[in-house]
């Protein structure tokens, strides 16, 4: 017989039972065997009953802690044993309890923080895919459903054939397995520069690949502008140290002028000075655009702002969505108004008709869309491209000034601007402002 195979309580009986033959043995001797039988037999049920009623509650508090423990295997730590005696099974309860609670604690921590992490991930404008080594999507957040042009969950399908569905352009930069930047066609004629990262990464015991997008395009505009204003700044500074020298030099020339009442000099003064105001109106402009200061946001009511504007401006306008009425326009109204006179100022400057001139609002679930339409020409492919860049003007008389205020007025409201040619003729400049609960 192997004891050691045995349960604790078969242990215990079969001590019981070499404990009461041990002890009976003797009797043998002295008394008729059947006596001795009989007293032995007696002394085996006495036993038996008194160990049963000393080991019934051990026994029941050891198979509690079995099915505590079974629980803990699967991640169950609700169960409390309830055997609070002063003995080594008692200390063995208490510490289990307490196991249980800081498990329990902390398995209601490790929740929270991954309620908040899956939070996090689904609110970041990166755009994350986390696939199998089969390629298959095992996680995304709202942002790679966009990238992916997908309303449906993209758990479970091939991370190839939704980017092949995507974008060609997509599909090569995963294919390849890139690490850098690549572009897509956005809305218009614009082009989205974005950043893939990916890496290989071990995820209960099998290799996952997760790949990282992040879009560049606003930040690669914000910096080109900062490189512009740092430019005009530093030509602004210039001109102006050399300007007020010259309009002190021709206020003095002017004065010997009259005195020798010489009518050429007169005129070169005039010319000179004529082109001083000028120049000083042009740094003054690109002064302006070079320290535009940050919108102080205000609701503003779009229907009162474009009724201002149409006694100063010929255009018509339109308005729907309606039912989002309670949606507000957070923005700087004096920026907006700037931002909507700049476009007016070109669609009334395209050469068509000024009567088809429209600026259309849509109110829409996040955001408003300003569409400001003209009749005229509009742009070609490098013209588009280059237009709302400072300095970029193909006017005789422009500074390049305008489209590139828009811009900087639009993406410090956290807006996006676009410029399209329309299939019926003319330019068709959208922009879109975010947009608040009231």
């Known amino acids: 017989m192997k004891i050691l195979g045995l349960s604790i309580a078969q242990k215990l009986h079969l001590a019981l039972f070499i404990a009461v033959a041990t002890v009976s043995a003797p009797v043998f001797f002295f008394v008729q065997w059947q006596t001795g039988l009989l007293v032995a037999l007696s002394a085996l049920c006495v036993g038996v009953i008194v160990l049963r009623m000393l080991t019934r509650k051990l026994f029941a508090g050891l198979q509690a802690l079995e099915s505590g423990l079974l629980n803990f295997k699967d991640s169950d730590f609700s169960t409390l044993l309830a055997y609070q005696k002063e003995d080594e099974l008692g200390r063995l309860c208490r510490l289990y309890n307490e196991a249980a609670q800081q498990l329990r604690d902390e398995k209601q921590w490790i929740y929270q923080r991954e309620l908040m992490l899956d939070k996090v991930l689904h609110s970041a404008p990166q755009a994350l895919l986390l696939t199998d080594d089969k390629g298959i999507v095992v996680f995304s957040n709202h942002s790679a459903k966009t990238l992916l042009n997908c309303e449906h969950n993209l758990e479970g ?211 408003v869309l300003l569409s400001v339409n003209d009749a005229g020409q509009g742009m070609s492919e490098h013209i588009m491209a280059n237009a709302l860049i400072p300095f970029y003007s193909t006017k005789s008389s422009g500074t390049g000034l305008g489209l590139a205020l828009c811009r900087e007025i639009v993406e410090a409201h956290h807006g996006d601007i676009h410029l399209k040619n329309r299939p019926q003729g003319g330019l068709c400049v959208e922009v879109r402002l975010p947009l608040t609960t009231v």
Do not use: C
């Open 157 to 367: 399908m091939k991370l190839d054939s939704l980017a092949q569905q995507a974008s060609p352009a997509l599909y090569n930069a995963l294919s390849g397995e890139m690490d850098g930047l690549f572009e897509l066609p956005g809305e218009g004629e614009d082009k989205q520069t974005w950043h893939l990262s990916n890496g290989e990464l071990l995820l209960n015991n099998q290799f996952h690949r997760l790949y990282i997008f992040k879009q560049l395009t606003r930040e690669l505009n914000r910096q080109e502008v900062a490189v512009w204003k740092k430019v005009i700044r530093i030509i602004s500074h210039e001109l102006n140290n050399s300007l007020g020298p010259i309009s002190s030099m021709l206020h003095s020339g002017k004065i010997l002028a009259n005195k020798l009442e010489d009518t050429r000099l007169e005129r070169v003064f005039s010319t000179i000075d004529e082109r001083i105001r000028h120049l000083t109106e042009f740094v003054q402009g690109y002064g302006k655009f070079a320290k535009l200061p940050a919108p102080r946001l205000q609701p503003v009511v779009l229907s009162e702002l474009l009724a201002q504007l149409q006694t100063q401006w010929q255009f018509n306008h339109t308005q729907s969505g309606e039912l989002l009425a309670h949606k507000q326009l957070l923005a700087d109204a004096p920026q907006l108004e700037q931002l909507l006179i700049n476009l007016l100022k070109n669609a009334h400057e395209s050469g068509g008709d000024v009567a088809a001139i429209k600026i259309e609002v849509t109110f829409q679930a996040k955001h």
